[in-house]
Nanobody, 128 residues
């Protein structure tokens, strides 16, 4: 059974860093594409970063490229999002998600409907 649990959110000043973790207690994500999305206050959920399993490719939203890094530790059944140089506009609830396939095109990976399993989210607040 898939059970994704995010952690690592919190309050940080602009320019700071946070590392989010997403653990799968069901140990199912090792062969699937994984992603991070976020939902800012009053806005729709938006794509942040994704990682394909089959070829280890990664993709990022333009707004976070060069600042955020997605990675996974298969032995720990955990996917990470390292967030550096945080900005107030990065404030959001961050969600991890698992697809039902091991690979997707960039446009597919950036689409919410690609993902079947979601965590409950972790709040990230960046103060100016």
């Amino acid at each position: 059974q898939v059970h994704l649990v995010e952690s690592g959110g919190g309050l940080v000043q602009a320019g700071g860093s946070l590392r989010l973790s997403c653990a799968d207690s069901g140990r199912t994500f090792s062969s699937y594409a994984m992603a991070w999305f976020r939902q800012p206050p009053g806005k729709e959920r938006q794509f942040v970063a994704a990682s394909n399993w089959s070829d280890s490719s990664t993709y990022y939203a333009d707004s976070v490229k060069g600042r955020f890094t997605i990675s996974r530790d298969t032995a720990k059944n955990t996917v990470y999002l390292q967030m550096n140089s945080l900005k107030p506009e990065d404030t959001a609830i961050y969600y991890c998600a698992r697809s039902r396939t091991g690979w997707g095109r960039p446009d597919q990976l950036a689409t919410i409907h690609t993902y079947y399993y979601w965590g409950q989210g972790t709040q990230v607040t960046v103060s100016s």
